[in-house]
């Protein structure tokens, strides 16, 4: 395994972690908890640090009601006694409130003072813990003010419940604003983002829903920003790149993905590795280094990702998969 800085990318800037993360957003939904233990149990093994949930997850399936996802993760980390050596994302701000209305994610909690207080409350509840390391407004909500949240947030981090403050599914320059707001008043800023990313660039307009994708704007933000760690959720699109009974997802079926898919098809057999891995390989070393959120279903799916982290491309490689 390979480790990081998170939260900078010079040592001493926060916890260390494992240069992928373990996301398990399907746990205990369309991912069986005894399945989710082993993929668990084979992360740590490989000395995986790094785990990400969400208060939602997976409030979208069917009978679902969310926080599925961090039952699952704290009966592992109590389970294994692994709280100590886990480092715990969670995220705040998108699960249903019924209060709202019937239909999700028009009736998202919000971002409002009340709505996360309650929102880390019930996480560190579901995850059987009193303190998580990082701790995210999951969507944006501009019906409240940057200032209600960021500085709710940061009471978080002062009365010792949070680590570190992040942002999901936000775009660049609410970021930028979020930050610059935070360390005007002398509060504890955001030093992580979390969005979709992966090797294909998506089409130029804006996704419909709660998603956004760490697009140019944000690469380069975070490039002349090196307190700031990059999240990269959706690195293999569930499978867009292996499976050939799995289409590409709509945002990124268009004409330029055809020659990036031919160019990283020469790269992988070039290298002997899958697609998968050279996408991961490309993420996690480039200028700005992405830490992949992994999503998967299995022990091999698993150990497929693993072997990026030993997967070097050479400048050649790199640069024809960056210009294609």
């Known amino acids: 395994m390979h480790y990081r800085t998170l939260g900078d990318r010079t040592p001493g800037g926060g916890p260390r972690i ?19 233990f082993a993929v668990l149990d084979r992360f740590a093994e490989a000395g995986g640090t790094f785990l990400d949930t969400a208060n939602n997850f997976a409030c979208w399936v069917p009978g679902a009601t969310g926080g599925e996802s961090e039952r699952v993760v704290g009966r592992w980390l109590r389970s294994r006694r692994a709280a100590d050596r886990t480092v715990i994302a969670t995220k705040g701000g998108a699960r249903p409130d019924p209060a709202r209305g019937p239909h999700w994610p028009g009736n998202a909690e919000g971002l409002g003072a009340a709505a996360l207080r309650t929102a880390l409350e019930g996480s560190l509840r579901r995850l059987g813990t009193d303190r998580v390391d990082l701790y995210s407004a999951h969507a944006e909500d501009r019906t409240v003010p940057l200032a209600e949240t960021a500085g709710t947030l940061a009471g978080f981090v002062r009365d010792g419940r949070v680590g570190m403050l992040g942002l999901s599914n936000h775009a660049t320059w609410r970021l930028a604003e979020a930050r610059q707001r935070a360390a005007c008043l002398g509060l504890p800023g955001f030093r992580a983002v979390q969005q ?12 419909a829903g709660l998603q956004r994708d760490a ?7 975070a490039a002349a920003h090196p307190d700031l760690t990059l999240l990269g959720h959706s690195p293999l699109m569930a499978g867009g790149y292996a499976r050939p009974d799995r289409p590409l997802p709509e945002r990124y079926d268009h004409p330029g993905s055809v020659i990036r898919m031919r160019v990283l098809a020469e790269v992988a057999a070039e290298c002997g590795a899958t697609a998968n891995q050279v996408v991961l390989a490309w993420m996690m070393g480039g200028e700005v280094p992405v830490v992949p959120v992994l999503g998967v279903s299995s022990v091999a799916q698993l150990d497929e990702c693993l072997a990026a982290l030993d997967l070097d491309l050479d400048p050649y490689q790199r640069a024809r998969l960056d210009t294609a």
């Open 18 to 36: 494992s240069a992928v993360c373990l996301g398990t957003m399907t746990f205990g939904t369309t991912v069986d908890e005894r399945t989710a």
């Open 196 to 207: 979709r990313h992966t090797y294909l660039r998506p089409r130029p307009e804006p996704a």
């Open 215 to 221: 697009d140019e704007e944000l690469l380069d933000y």
